[in-house]
C-alpha cells in the first residue's frame, strides 16, 4: 500500500532557529514528490521533486529527494513567525487515480518570536 | 497563468440539507480536476477527479456526487449532508509531473 510518513508531527522553534522536516514514502511508480505549506486555508504548493540528489531552493527554504533511500527534507534556515504552518508532503505514483497525490499527515511548525 | 475559484467560502447547512459546491479554472484547457476532502484532525482525501467533460471516477462511496458541466467547470453535490459531510472542500487542477494547485477551499460546517 503506498504511503508517506512524515516526522516529527509537531515542532516548536524560536526564530533564527533552522528547522529539518522529514518525509519517507512507499510508492509504486514513484512520478514526484511536492511539498506545501498550509497556514488556516489552501495548501499552498512549496516545491516538486523528482530526481535525487538536485536541491531546489526559495529563500530560505531547500528541499532535496533521496529516491534510493526513499525520502525528502524541506530545510527552512532563519526561521520567522511567518513560517508557522503546516507543512505538507506529498507523492504521486504513476497510474493509479490520475495521479493522485498521497499525503503525508504534515508536520505542524510553530516558530515563537 | 491559471487560476482556480471555488465558492462559497464558507457554508454553515443542517443535517439533511443539499449541497453544491463550485470549482472554476481560469488559464487552462481540458484540465484534470480533482476534488479533496480535509477533514479536522486528517489528511487530505480525494474524494473524485476528472479527466473530460461528463467524465468523472469516484475514489471513495459515499453520499457526495461530482459533475463536470463544462471544460473549466467542476462541481461536487449532495441530495442529504451527514455530520461526517463536515470539511475543508479542496478543489485541484493538475500540472505538470503530477503535480496539484489548490483553489480557496470551501470550509463546510453541517449542524
Known amino acids: 500500500e503506498d504511503k508517506v510518513v512524515q516526522s516529527p508531527l509537531s515542532l516548536v522553534v524560536h526564530e533564527g532557529d533552522t528547522v529539518t522536516l522529514n518525509c519517507s514514502y512507499e510508492?509504486?511508480?514513484?512520478?514526484?514528490l511536492l511539498w506545501y505549506k498550509q497556514e488556516k486555508k489552501a495548501p499552498t504548493f512549496l516545491f516538486m521533486l523528482t530526481s535525487s540528489g538536485i536541491e531546489k531552493k526559495s529563500g530560505r527554504l531547500s528541499s532535496i529527494l533521496d529516491k534510493k533511500e526513499l525520502f525528502s527534507i524541506l530545510n527552512i534556515t532563519a526561521t520567522q513567525t511567518g513560517d508557522s504552518a503546516v507543512y505538507l508532503c506529498a507523492v504521486v505514483g504513476y497510474g493509479g487515480s490520475q495521479g493522485n497525490l498521497i499525503f503525508g499527515k504534515g508536520t505542524k511548525l510553530s516558530v515563537k518570536p | 497563468s491559471q487560476t482556480i475559484h471555488q465558492w462559497p467560502a464558507t457554508l454553515v447547512q443542517p443535517v439533511g440539507s443539499p449541497l453544491s459546491l463550485e470549482c472554476t479554472v481560469e488559464g487552462t484547457s481540458n484540465p484534470n480536476l480533482y476534488w479533496y476532502r480535509q477533514a479536522a484532525g486528517r489528511g487530505l482525501q480525494l474524494l473524485f477527479y476528472s479527466v473530460g467533460i461528463g467524465q468523472i471516477s469516484s475514489e471513495v462511496p459515499q453520499n457526495l456526487s461530482a459533475s463536470r458541466p463544462q471544460d473549466r467547470q467542476f462541481i461536487l453535490s449532495s441530495k442529504k449532508l451527514l455530520l461526517s459531510d463536515s470539511g475543508f472542500y479542496l478543489c485541484?487542477?493538475?500540472?505538470?509531473?503530477?503535480?496539484?494547485?489548490f483553489g480557496p477551499g470551501t470550509r463546510l460546517t453541517v449542524t
Open positions: 510508492v509504486t511508480n514513484f512520478r514526484s
Open positions: 485541484a487542477w493538475s500540472g505538470g509531473q503530477g503535480a496539484k494547485y
